[in-house]
């Protein structure tokens, strides 16, 4: 039968659409808590899904991923913080637009251009997904090895900048991934006689202690009193005529950046939305407007944040490489319902991706309407006390993660994750490469052992895919540490010159 | 600050202590009204999985003779053993009782801390024969081929199989044996990994479940060379078993029914009865069935014998 029918008819389960309509409201609200991110959300919602079928938990999943990119704009536009770091540049001209009086229509312009943003994304995920699967079976141990290896050197582009940093803690992720049994030999490694450690350290447990708790734990001790006084003046809902036709450059400007970022591994809506607002800031015909409240920088930002959902979604499931840190998060749910991302997924089954593609789109469609006929309610919910908010937190990370494997072994290894995880973000360590090291670290292991078992090191040395991934990946780690180094040298000189100025609102810019 | 963080550790502090004293009933003693109250049926894999489907459908089926609920519960890890040392830690009271997979006699040759003799069985109600199968293009037609190859150039024809010490890894060291040969065993991370690899002619062939050649072998992506079974399969038309084709190997993957030992004699008459009908069951066997694998029932002292006999068998086979 035709893939697209099997993989759409999922879809027609009532229950399926309630799993959607949950994740919805989910999503929302928890992109407007600033502080509780999607990729949080996922990690908790996750231990609470495993014991669905797949369908029905990745419908859950999914829409939270999607509908938390539309609410993570509010607080972004009416408090300047960003609900989720995907909004940071959101902020740029958001919080602008609501101190002109026009907050009602930064809401309204930010929904649309999220929605459009995300069907941008999800034709890449239609198009492009099943013709890159047709080379999977190429894919054997060695080439997983050298494609692991290259998402490995996205470390580089998941810590925020701090490139040594993120280095480092990467190591850490995988000298943990180390823990375990030999997947070659099966001999135990570092396990010290504990059952539960011998298939490695409980990846949801850990990703929900490096994510939730430790994030909460954050908070608690950094947390001050509001900067910023929420607006409370909406002004109309609308755009005028001149505002629409404004934003159609954004629009495709947004698409094409947020697409090409979404399929760059472990690079996600934050970073994209940053590059899209550069680029259209460049395009536009009023580039002084960017940053004093320009629906086009609006408009450039959400339509790439949201743009990048389909390709990190193809990127993952189609290579095995998360596509951003709620993907990394998502791989392990997928690897429990023995739905194991990577080349072969597709060549099984294609029907999967109308089925993700299908959610989605439902997803967004419902997130839209939700976003315009709830955007004032969810507004009340910014003046809730974060304390609330904590106290809930953490006690759904213990339940949820007591409730994945029904054990306690892997609550106390989440509240111990929880507290390293504070420690590194207190020491400016960022902890998704962490996640990454750990999750990939045992892949790449397992491949490349493979790989020498089934053929030696000719094995790898002889295949074009695995060394031409193999260069690129080189060539990922060197090139950015070189042009930073350039960059420097070039500012060193402007700045003895006259002095520069930085036209990008950086403070907002940390997390 | 500080307060609110004492206050959340403490509390769980205090989760983890309670949960930790679950007590442990004391002597048990015979049982005249068993079962009085709910059965849980300890599962050493995650839900979803093919031997999470065999004890699913099986406490439905024995929740009908009984009289009372099963409730399934999935404690995974540690390639089953973490379930499978909970379940000999429970109470011999008949209100414990778990799946116990092939892995339940061979996990303590491979370094975990578990013993066979800590389970009463009540009865075989699965069996997952194992097959050997080549990618569709494979210039081996048959299991003689493969294994004059391996003979010619020893150590490099490659059989995948799902992972280190599992029963398909024990299978290639079986084969190897009785032909005098060897074929590398390369492990791969799961069963659908293993099928893939040679699917895509990343290995020269692999061994694995009836379940999961099967539907390879079905579109024509795998040819299957043999099945290491006492009797063919109808699953697989017109693949002769390894026997027949000279290579005495019998060998597979199966789950039955146990509990911590040292049952009351009633209570275990009842839960053997209640394991018979079960598996007997319309139900049972249509859905083993369309998942690919055997129902099969061996009473509780036919599987005590068969269960101590592949102990042994895989003790001698890991000793290697």
Redesign the interface.
Known sequence: MNPVTVGLEQLADPFVLLCILIGALVGMLVGAFPGVTATMAVALASSFTLTMDPVPGLAVLLTIYVSANFGDRVPAILVNTPGTPASIATTFDGYPMAKKGLAGVALTTSAFASAIGTFAGLLLLVFAAIPLSKIALQFGPAEMFALVVFGLTMMVGVSGGKIGKGLIAGAIGLALAVIGRDPITGTERFTFGILELSDGIPFIAAIIGLFGVADVLDQMLSHRAEKYTPITQFGRWWPNRAELRQMVRPLFVGSGVGAVVGAVPAAGGDIAGIMSWAAAKKASKHPEEFGKGSIEGLTATDTASNATLGPSVTTTLALGIPGDSVMAVLIGSLIIWGIQPGPALFTNRPDLVYTIAGIMVVATVLTLVLSLVRLRGVTKLLELKPAFLWTVIIVFCMVGTFAVNNSVFDVGVMLLFGLVGLVLRRTGFPAGPVVLGLILGKLAEGNLRRALEIGGIENILTSPIAVTTLIISAAAITLPALFARVKRRKLARLNTAQQATTSLPTDSLRK | ?KN??IT?AAG?AA??LL??CANRDAAVVDDEDYPSKAITLVVPY????ASDLSARTLAAAMEESLGQSIIV???????G??GL?YLSGRPADGYSIGYLPVESVMLQY????LDPAAYDVLGQIVSVPATIAVPADSPYETLQDLVDAAEANPDSI?VSNS???SIWQAATTALNEVAGVSL?P?????G??AV??A??S??DAVIAGISETAPAAADGRLRVLAIFDDEASDALPGVETAKSLGFDVSIGGWGAIGAPAGLPDSVRDALSEAVKAGVESEEFTSVINKSGNLPVYKNSSDFTTFFNAESERFGALFAE
Do not use: C, H, W
């Open positions: 600050m609110k963080l959340i769980a989760l983890l949960t930790g995650a839900a979803g999985g519960e999935n404690r995974t890890g540690g390639a053993s973490v040392s491979q370094g975990y801390d490659t992972g280190a010490g590398k390369v492990p791969f991370d799961g659908a990994p893939t690899a699917i895509g990343q290995v």
